[in-house]
């Protein structure tokens, strides 16, 4: 168990429509990162926040956003998705933005019909 | 930018050691990392290089040549559970402090 928590597990939902996916980081990690996987695919950096402020940013598309909160958990809002924006998407969380290893979560499994 | 090649696929069979390659290209270097991810889980970290030569942990070695801009994962003894995809990673400069993964390597393992 990384210690790093993500729900919903699973979502299924429309074109269309908006999602948002939670992560709750390791605790004491300050720093949030957000990927996206999608089938037979490397894991693509969306967004990095650190103790509440963006840090890095990554191939999110417009219609996608994230914040991280005072208690230090994530949101990633996803918008008017399409097909193609089904994917796994893991929260990873570190100490710090140098080189501690990433904790990654369970992901959550987005499919769009 | 910054550019992660490493192969798609790798077979071999259990007690073997196998090696997966890494090649890169960034603005600016920090170090090679390596992860493991078992089919549709969660990447675990490995192994961390920041500097020259061989890091090893258990069965799993992992090399880094700066000057080559090259690293490799070791896997001896290789065992059934060892079945994974193993993607290489660096963080560099011009993403901030983002950690940036090639797109992986899937190991067989066969009996």
């Known amino acids: 168990d990384s210690g790093v928590t993500q729900t919903p597990k699973h979502l299924i939902t429309a074109t269309g429509q908006r999602v948002t996916l939670r992560c709750s980081p390791r605790s004491g990690d300050l720093s949030v990162y957000w990927y996206q996987q999608s089938l037979d695919q490397g894991l693509q950096f969306l967004i990095q926040y650190y103790n509440g402020e963006e840090r890095a940013k990554g191939n999110i598309l417009e219609r996608f956003s994230a914040q991280q909160f005072p208690d230090l958990h994530s949101e990633l809002n996803l918008s008017s998705l399409e097909l193609g924006d089904s994917a796994l998407y893991f929260c990873?969380?570190?100490?710090?933005?140098?080189?501690?290893?990433?904790?990654f979560g369970n992901g959550t499994r987005l499919t769009v019909t | 930018g910054q550019s992660l090649e490493q192969p798609s696929e790798v077979t071999a069979v259990e007690g073997a050691i196998v090696q997966i390659n890494c090649t890169y290209q960034t603005s600016g270097f920090y170090g090679l990392s390596w992860y493991q991810q078992h089919d549709g889980g969660a990447p675990t970290f490995l192994s961390y290089n920041a500097l020259d030569g061989l890091e090893e942990t258990g069965r799993f070695s992992s090399f880094l040549s700066r000057s080559d801009s090259y690293g490799y994962l070791l896997l001896q003894e290789l065992q059934m559970k060892d079945s994974a995809s193993y993607f290489c990673?660096?963080?560099?400069?011009?993403?901030?402090?983002?950690?940036?993964f090639g797109k992986g390597t899937t190991l067989s393992v066969s009996s």
């Open positions: 990673a660096v963080r560099e400069a011009q993403a901030g402090t983002a950690l940036i």
């Open positions: 990873a969380s570190s100490v710090d933005t140098g080189d501690s290893p990433l904790h």
